[in-house]
C-alpha cells in the first residue's frame, strides 16, 4: 500500500511532539476560512489566548496594521510553501513583528494551513535602529551648531523613537539643562525654569545624578506613578511629572571618549511602546551619536568663535595699522612742517648771516649766559680779531681802560634784568687807536617768550666824536673868547653905574641896570656853552670844597634877584648843612633851575626854594607856578638840547643845555636830580647830593 502523507502526518506520534512542544508558537488554520482550528502550547504562551479564544478566532482577529489583501489567497495551490511576513498582536496588546511559513496541510480531511511563526520583532527593530541610527548619524554629522545639531536631533527621535526627550550638559560640576523637547511648550518653559529655580550639580541625588558619575544607563519599561512619587521629592516636580504620563523611560549617558560629558533622557508616552533592552542599545549609541555631534557643534562654534575672534583681531590690527598709518603721516606731516620750519630757519639764519656779514654795521649776538656767540665780519675788520678771539668776553678786552668797567656792569645788569639796553664805548681798533662805537642791545627772546641774550648792533661813531669835538672845542674857544671882552663890558657898567651923578639923565641908571641884566644873561649863556664844551671834552673838573648850603642858596637867590623883579622868589626853609662838592658847579646848577622857574611861569607868581637834610643827604627844590611839563617830556628834559614842545615859543629863549649840564653835574656827584610837575599847576624840580661826614 502506498503511503498517504496525510494521514500518516495526522496520525503521526512524531508530528504531534514536534507541534505541541514546539517552543516556536505553530498553528493550523483553514486554508478558506482562516480560523484556527488547532494551535500548539507555545502559541497560547507567547499568545497570550486561551486554546478556546484561539479556536474563536481567524487570522484576521490577530493581525494589525500591514497590508493582509493576500491573505483571501491563503488557498494556495499546489503543495508550495510560503513565508510572509505580518503583525500579530498577543492579548495584552503587543504587537508583534513575525514571519509565518505555511505548509499545504490536510487537518482532518480538510485542506488546511499548518503555519510555523517566528518573531522577528527583535530583529527587526534592531535592523531599523540601525538605519534609524546610521541615519541619524550622517544628519547628525551635518549639524554644524548646537541649535542646528538640537533641531536635528528632535526630528530624529520624536515621535520615531520616544515622544519626547531631555538632554543635560555637564558644565565643570554643574549640569545645565541643555535641552527639553516636549509636545506641550508650557512643560518646556515649566521645566526650564524649575531647573534655574534649582539647580544640580554632579553630587544629584537622582538618577541623571547618578548616571552622570557612573556612566549606567537606566532603562524603566513601564514607569508607574508609584515609583514618581518614590523617585521625586519635590511635590512641584512631582506633579508636574505625573500629569506627563510617563509611560517608558531611558536614560543614557553621553559620552565623548568615555568621558561623560551630560546624559539623554528618552520617554515614551505611548501605550505598546514600552522600551526594551534593544532600545536601550539604541538609545545608547543614539546618546553617543548625539554626544558626537553636539560636541561637533561646539567644537565648530568654538573655531567659528575663534575665527570670529581672529577676524575681530584683524580688524582691530587693521584699525590699528590704520591708526598708525594716520599717526605716521601725521608724523611725516610734522616732520615736513618741522623740515620746512627748519629750513626756514636756516634760510633767515642764512639770511641773517648775509645780511650781518654784509654790512657795515657791528653785529654781534650773544646768549643767555652773557656769553658772545656770533660777530660778524664788520667787528672782525674793526677790531682785527677773529670770532674766535672775540667770542666770549674775549670782546671786552679790547674795550678803552675808561669805559671798560661801567659798560661791563651796564651789560651784565641788563642780563640779569633781562631788558634792552643803549650806550657808547671805546673799543680798541685793529690800527691800535680807539674807535667810539654807538651800540643799541635789544633783547632776544625765543618764540616761546623765554630770553636768549642779545644781538647787539653797534655804529662807529668815531669820526661823528671827533667832529662834535671838534665842535665843542670851537665853542668852548668862541665862549671862551666871547666871555672874556663880556667880562670886561660888565666890569666898566659896574663902575659906570657908581659913578653916575645926581642931576644927570634920571633915565641912565635903569639903562646901565638893563644892560648889566643883559650882560648877565649873556655870561650866563656862554658860561654854559663854555661848561657843555668842557664836558663834552671830558674837560670838565669837579673841584670839590666843603661849604654851607644855605649859604650858598642865599648867594643865588640875591644874584637871581638882582637881574629878575618879576617874581617873588622865596627860601621857605633851609636846613644848616655842609657839604663836600664842586661849589661853583653846584651853584650853576641851582642858577639853572631858578632861571628857568622865573623863564617858565607868568610874572608875578611866586617862586619857592627849599632845603632839606636827610641823615644821608640834602635834597633841595625849586618850585614855580608856571604852565607845568607834559608827561612825555619829564624824561627827556635832561637830554642834550631837548626843549619841551610848548616852551619853544621865540620869547623864551634857550638851547636845552641848562637841565642837561645840571643833570652832568649833580650825577658826578653821585647825586640825583629829578622833576615832578602838573600841566598847568607848576613844576617842582629836585636835586639830592650826598652829605660829606666831617672827616
Ligand atoms: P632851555 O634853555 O630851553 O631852558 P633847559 O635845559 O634849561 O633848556 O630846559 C630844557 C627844557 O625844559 C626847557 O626848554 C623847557 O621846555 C623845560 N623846562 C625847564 N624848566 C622848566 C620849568 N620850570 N617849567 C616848565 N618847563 C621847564
Known sequence: MSADPESSFQNSYNFSILFYESPQPMWIVDSVKLNFLEVNNAAITIYGYSKEEFLNMTIRDILVGGDHKDLN??????????????????????????????FPFIFNGSRTRLSYIRDITAKEKRQSLLQYLNLAGEELALALNTDTALQKISQLIVPTFANWFTINIL??????????????????SWAIDFRQRNPITIEYKGVIGHILRTGESSLIPVVTAEMIEQSIEDPEHRKKILNLNLRSSIVVPMKIKS?????????STVEGREYDEIDLNFAKDMA????LALENARLYEEAQDALAQAEEADAETQATNEEITAINEELSATNDQLAAAYQRIQESEETFRAMAEDTNVLIAVSDESSNGVYFNRAWQELTGKSVAELQDFGWAELLHPEDKDSWIAKYLAAFEKQESFNGEFRILGKKGDYRWVLARVPARFRSDGTFAGYISS????????NDEARKNDFIGMVSHELKTPLT???????????RLTAGQDPLLPGLIDKSLTQVRKMTSMITGFLNLSRLESGKMDIIKSRFNMKDLIHEVIAETEMMVSSHKIRLESCDEVEILADRNKIETVISNLLSNAVKYSSPGTEISLNCKAGADSVKISVRDEGEGIDEQDKSRL??????????????????GIGLYLSAEIIQRHDGNIWVESEVGKGSTFYFSLPVMTKS
Open 288 to 291: 553617543t551619536r548625539i554626544a
Open 488 to 498: 670886561s663890558v660888565m666890569a666898566m657898567l659896574q663902575v659906570t653905574g657908581k
Open 638 to 655: 635832561f637830554e642834550r638840547y631837548y626843549r619841551a614842545e610848548t616852551n619853544k615859543a621865540p620869547y623864551k629863549s634857550g638851547f
Open 259 to 267: 568621558k561623560i560629558i551630560g546624559t539623554i533622557n528618552f520617554i
Open 458 to 465: 653797534c655804529i662807529d661813531i668815531t669820526d661823528m666824536k
Open 171 to 188: 558644565r565643570g560640576d554643574d549640569v545645565d539643562l541643555l535641552f527639553v523637547q516636549n509636545p506641550d511648550p508650557e512643560y518646556v
Open 73 to 102: 489567497s491563503m488557498d494556495l495551490p499546489g503543495n508550495a510553501t510560503y513565508n510572509i511576513q505580518s503583525f500579530h498582536k498577543y492579548k495584552n496588546g503587543n504587537r508583534r513583528h513575525v514571519e509565518v511559513t505555511m
